[in-house]
Every structure is written in structure tokens, then in C-alpha cells.
């Protein structure tokens, strides 16, 4: 299983969100590539960074910063946040992510994320589905499309040639009180996506469960940054 420390970037500096409120945001790093650096130095090889900036405007704002760990590290980085055009995909690319993960798009934009599907090789493109009561939402977690069924959402993508899910239950978010893995068994259960799971966990034990119930990877973010798992332990899982 990839275990993937998690960088969110919010003016150019590292931050955590709680449940995706920006008026929660807390400062954990002034500066993402020693951040970045740090992670590869205790052996992780993949990193989970996040464009706040850009999930709340049109446009990837980061991309400088996705630019500066790929060319400086070895991590291999998936990249989100304000991917909402065929140009922000293969601005991310060429700033060096190796997957990006689009969310809102695949929502409201159906059609645009299948074109990119259709370019692009389906193992660099994630599908992001952020819930909340079994409730999709978008545009950084500030809208919700209460009208989709998430294992419907899901299917469709898969149908149309995704691997890959990142699912988030935003009520575990930043919480950091254990992961949505009832919501996980589901999914896994009834679609054959590699699923990352994201937010909530918080120990090093819950990390072996998701690993149990068939997960492909775990994010891990606040709990690393409020030293909740120690990253010598966490790295040996690698």
C-alpha cells in the first residue's frame, strides 16, 4: 500500500485544514519543498500536495511550488487543487506531477474529464470524490451536489475507464478521530477502483487496517504535522 504524506498549500506555505473550512487553516511550514524534502529524507516515496489557492479560483495558483519539489526531489507527487481545464492537466504535468486528481470537473465538467481520460494514460488520472452525509462536493468543499449518488458517481467513471479514486468523508477531515472505513468497505466492495483513502487517520494501527480492508493507499496529513504518527514507524510501512 502507498502511504503518501500530504502538503496543502495556501499562500505559498504549508497548511491543515479542519472538515475543508479555509477560516481554520494553521500554519504547519513556511516553505513546501523543505517540507517535501523532509518527507523523501525519511524514505517516502510519493507525496499528496494540494493547490488550496487554485480549488477556490479557476486555475491552478501553485504550480511553481508542484515545479520546484518535482525538480528537487524524487517523490512522485500527485497534484490537485483548481485542475479545471485541459491547460491546468498539462500545466501540472509539465510542472512534473506524475497523477493529477480532479474533482469538481468530474462533477459539474462530465464531459471535459472524459476528453482528458481519453488523452491521457488512465493510471495518471485520479478521480477525487470529497463526501459528506453520502453528498459530493466541489469547488473546495464549498458546494454540494446533493443529486449524485456517490457509488453511481463512482461506477460511471469506471465504466468510462478510471483506476483510481481518492475518497475524503470531510466529517473525518483534519479531525484527526480515525478514518470513514465503513464508507471505504463500501466502496471497495462494490467497485474494482484503487482506492486512496483520505482524512481522519491518525495511527499507525489504523494505517495496517486500511491496508487490510484492500485500500491502495492512505494521505496522510494533520496526523503527521501534529505528531500523532511517528514518521521513522510510519516509513518502515512503506
Not at 1 to 23: E, F, Q, W
Not at 27 to 41: C, N, Q
Not at 84 to 100: P, Y
Request: aromatic share 8%.
Amino acid at each position: 500500500m502507498r502511504i503518501i504524506p500530504a502538503i496543502d498549500i495556501i499562500n505559498g506555505k504549508c497548511v491543515r485544514l479542519t472538515k475543508g473550512d479555509y477560516d481554520t487553516q494553521k500554519i504547519y511550514g513556511e516553505d513546501p519543498l523543505e517540507m517535501a524534502k523532509m518527507f523523501e529524507g525519511f524514505g517516502f516515496s510519493y507525496l499528496h500536495l494540494v493547490d488550496l489557492d487554485g480549488a477556490k479560483s479557476k486555475q491552478i495558483v501553485n504550480h511553481k511550488v508542484l515545479e520546484s519539489i518535482t525538480k528537487k526531489t524524487n517523490l512522485r507527487v500527485d497534484f490537485g487543487g483548481g485542475i479545471k481545464s485541459i491547460s491546468d492537466v498539462e500545466l501540472a504535468f509539465s510542472c512534473g506531477a506524475k497523477q493529477i486528481t480532479a474533482g469538481s470537473m468530474a462533477v459539474q465538467k462530465p464531459q471535459l474529464f472524459f476528453s482528458i481520460l481519453q488523452k491521457y494514460n488512465p493510471d495518471k488520472i485520479i478521480l477525487g470524490m470529497d463526501v459528506l452525509n453520502r453528498k459530493i462536493a466541489t469547488n473546495g468543499w464549498r458546494k454540494y451536489a446533493v443529486d449524485i449518488d456517490m457509488i453511481e458517481f463512482i461506477r460511471s467513471y469506471e465504466q468510462k475507464g478510471i483506476k483510481y479514486l481518492i475518497c475524503t468523508d470531510i466529517s473525518k477531515d483534519g479531525m484527526l478521530l480515525g478514518s470513514a472505513i465503513d464508507l471505504y468497505v463500501e466502496i471497495l466492495n462494490r467497485t474494482n477502483l484503487k482506492l486512496i483513502a483520505s482524512g481522519g487517520c491518525s495511527s499507525i494501527e489504523e494505517v495496517k487496517m486500511l491496508k487490510a480492508i484492500g485500500c491502495e493507499g492512505v494521505i496522510i496529513g494533520k496526523a503527521i504535522y501534529e505528531n500523532k504518527i511517528n514518521l521513522k514507524e510510519l516509513a518502515e510501512l512503506c
